[in-house]
T-cell receptor
């Protein structure tokens, strides 16, 4: 079974803090994604990566950056957290050959106070 | 950017009733995916549709892809309490089709009353 592991299930941070969300997948997938999920808005893509050190902006990249130094790990960084970044963050991965089948982690619920 | 619109946003049904959610795109989709997210859980892939007019079934779930490949539907026959959750459709994202970038609909939240 594919396993996508997110480092924290719940996180509480202060406005202005630098926040790191970590995601690790164990199936050698080329593609990795970060989404945020808000009620009524579905899943919105923040950033994705198709290879080590490669990254592409998604639909809502403002206020976020990412890092992919190893194939199995994709990190989402909030440089200076703001209250409007309070949300559920979901990481996903997919194989290049089966690119539309994404496997999701359990999610990190981030609260910025 | 490319948008996939999904309706309804909410659906409450009595156990045993049928349920349908619809997904519409303003542009032709090369494929469409459906995911289910249980309450408190994460999205799980259900199915992919690729061909015009394609119909696929998974037990009580029937998935359709429109002839024009601009819309899709998921129909559940005789809902059960295990069907509760949010159902998402997802089409290829603009500019990232080579890498599996997806654009998700807003989702339909299904509640089943026993």
């Amino acid at each position: 079974d594919v396993k996508v592991t997110q480092s924290s299930r719940y996180l509480v941070k202060r406005t202005g803090e630098k926040v790191f969300l970590e995601c690790v997948q164990d199936m050698d997938h080329e593609n990795m994604f970060w989404y945020r999920q808000d009620p009524g808005l579905g899943l919105r893509l923040i950033y994705f990566s198709y290879d080590v050190k490669m990254k592409e902006k998604g639909d809502i990249p403002e206020g976020y950056s990412v890092s992919r130094e190893k194939k199995e790990r994709f990190s989402l960084i909030l440089e200076s957290a703001s209250t409007n970044q309070t949300s559920m963050y979901l990481c996903a991965s997919s194989l290049f050959e089966l690119k539309n089948i994404q496997y999701f982690g359990a999610g990190t619920r981030l609260s910025v106070l | 950017g490319q948008q996939v619109m999904q309706i309804p946003q909410y659906q409450h049904v009595q156990e045993g009733e049928d349920f349908t959610t619809y997904c519409n795109s303003s542009t032709t989709l090369s494929n469409i995916q459906w995911y289910k997210q249980r309450p408190g859980g994460h999205p799980v892939f259900l199915i992919q549709l690729v061909k015009s007019g394609e119909v696929k079934k998974q037990k009580r779930l029937t998935f359709q892809f429109g002839e024009a490949k601009k819309n899709s539907s998921l129909h559940i026959t005789a809902t059960q309490t295990t069907d509760v959750g949010t159902y998402f459709c997802a089409g290829p994202g603009a500019g990232g089709t080579s890498y599996g970038k997806l654009t998700f609909g807003q989702g339909t939240i299904l509640t089943v009353h026993p």
